[in-house]
Each structure stands twice: as structure tokens, then as C-alpha cells.
């Protein structure tokens, strides 16, 4: 098994929490109005427009503005999936693959399986 070190397993839940946020915002813009008064949506919108902020200067114009969240998004999944494993020394893609989704699918396996076995 491949020791990951903490910071790096740290790191990678933090940029997933972002990006599952931001892929949230735009879920949730599917059907509610940004300035919904819905708790969840409020939520959303405020944790992730300092993080909006942050890549507008790499945001193309042409995005349609419900597209935005979801294309910064992609730029976390690319840094989790393709930076994190190359600057930890790792000669394939996708080592570190999603700490944070493993423990997820892991934790619903186990929940699940006592109901289907």
C-alpha cells in the first residue's frame, strides 16, 4: 500500500470540498434563482463567490454565468487529479485519486451493505 502523507490527504479534501461546492452552486442554479432565499442555496452562493472571485481573471467572458461554478470546478479537479499526484513523485495519474470520495463510497458501501445483505 502507498503511504500518502497527511498534508497532502488534508490538502486533497480541502480542494474537494471546494470543488463539490462549486459543483453544487451550479446543481442548485438548475432550479433556484441565485438570489433564492432557500438556507442551502444562500450557503452556496456565499462560500463560493470569494472562490469565484479568485479565477475570474481566468474566466473566459463568454461563459454563460450559471457555467462559471462549474467551470472552476474542473480547474480543482484537474489540480487533484493530475498536479497533487505529480508533485507527490507519483509516475501515474490519479495515485492520490480522491481521498475524500473513497472514504465517501466506503462509508455508503457500509451503510448500504447492512441493508442488502
Known sequence: MVEIPLWAIVLDYILGV???TLIGRFGMRLF???ESRFFFSRFFVRVTDPVLSLFKPITP??????MVPL?????FYMIRFYLMPW???YSVMG????PLEGEIAQGIYAILGRFLD
Not at 467572458?61 to 450559471?66: M, Y
Open 87 to 89: 508533485l507527490l513523485g
Open 95 to 98: 495515485m492520490l485519486s480522491f
Open 32 to 34: 433556484l434563482p441565485e
Open 61 to 66: 467572458a463568454f461563459l454563460v454565468k450559471p
Open 18 to 20: 471546494v470543488m463539490w
Open 71 to 75: 467551470y472552476v470546478a474542473w480547474f
